[in-house]
């Protein structure tokens, strides 16, 4: 692999480590968001960079409103087809239980339709009018916390800081790229005056 292939690798992987440092930021202030780590490794390609989030559990606020539900421990809710880990639930006006865009909160038996007195358990039993009515499935070692919200694992200055760093990751392999350009092209041109 020469130099030119070389700062472009280093380019991507500091374009790439700059997308996750963004999203992450972007995230901040969204609940339940675990952050994703970019780190740098070598392969045959040159510099790669690979993702993953982190398992660190997010601060805890509390906020009293009943169907907001913190996750301590790994899991994630089920809504819809996706899966989240913001607890931010409310009664629409058909009496389901849905996340911030609409999608509905699935138990073991499907979408969850409560009464506005409905309460839910750290275990994920959902209970109406008395009667166990479902339960949210959660890992082992996982449990609730009913009228709290799991906050996100982002540390602004953190990622701020990355972004910095991989702007300047990018534009010193771009002036490397720049540098060993010329001299090619310098040399390209000795080559031909010296015939």
């Known amino acids: 692999m020469d130099g030119m292939q070389w700062m472009g690798s280093a380019m991507r992987a500091a374009r790439e480590q700059l997308e996750a440092a963004t999203h ?6 969204t609940d339940g968001f675990r952050k994703a780590i970019a780190r740098v490794g070598i392969d045959e390609r040159g510099l790669v960079v690979t993702e993953r989030a982190t398992h660190e559990q997010g601060a805890v606020r509390t906020t009293g409103r009943a169907f907001d539900l913190a996750l301590l421990g790994d899991g994630a809710f089920r809504v819809g087809d996706a899966t989240t880990r913001n607890g931010a639930f409310t009664r629409d006006r058909d009496g389901w239980l849905v996340d911030d865009r609409g999608r509905r909160l699935h138990g073991a038996c499907g979408a969850l ?21 479902d339960r949210i499935s959660l890992p082992e070692g996982t449990h609730l916390l009913p ?13 701020t ?13 771009q002036k490397t790229m720049l540098a060993i350009d010329a001299t090619r092209e ?3 041109n000795d080559v031909v005056r010296v015939q």
Do not use: C, W, Y
């Open 113 to 133: 339709r409560v009464s506005e007195h409905a309460a839910i358990a750290a275990d994920g039993t959902v209970r109406d009018a008395g009667r166990v009515v």
């Open 24 to 29: 992450n930021l972007a995230n901040a202030a």
């Open 186 to 188: 310098k040399a390209a």
């Open 147 to 159: 009228g709290a919200l799991e906050t996100s694992t982002v540390n602004p200055v953190g990622e």
């Open 161 to 173: 800081l990355a972004i910095l760093t991989a702007q300047r990751a990018f534009e010193t392999a």
